[in-house]
């Protein structure tokens, strides 16, 4: 898995396959999910990412490593 924030338009992609994109559909404002060719979920694009999301901090648990927060 794979976060890009970019800056110049507020968006934030997540990245979970490393599999294309082959359809698009948008889920609510400003918020698409891309699948591959066999309708798998390979990454959610969020528009205005700063003001839908939190990312002042980054918290991952329950992985098979340890706990990490990430703060700005």
Known sequence: MKLSYYPDTDSLYIDLSEKASAD?????????????????IVGIDIDNASRKLSMKQLSI????????????
């Not at 698009?24 to 798998?40: A, H, K, L, W």
């Not at 098979?64 to 700005?72: C, S």
């Open 24 to 40: 698009s559909i948008e889920v609510s404002v400003g918020v698409v999910i891309d699948y591959d060719s066999t309708g798998n």
């Open 61 to 72: 648990s329950k992985l098979p490593f340890q706990q990490e927060v990430l703060t700005a």
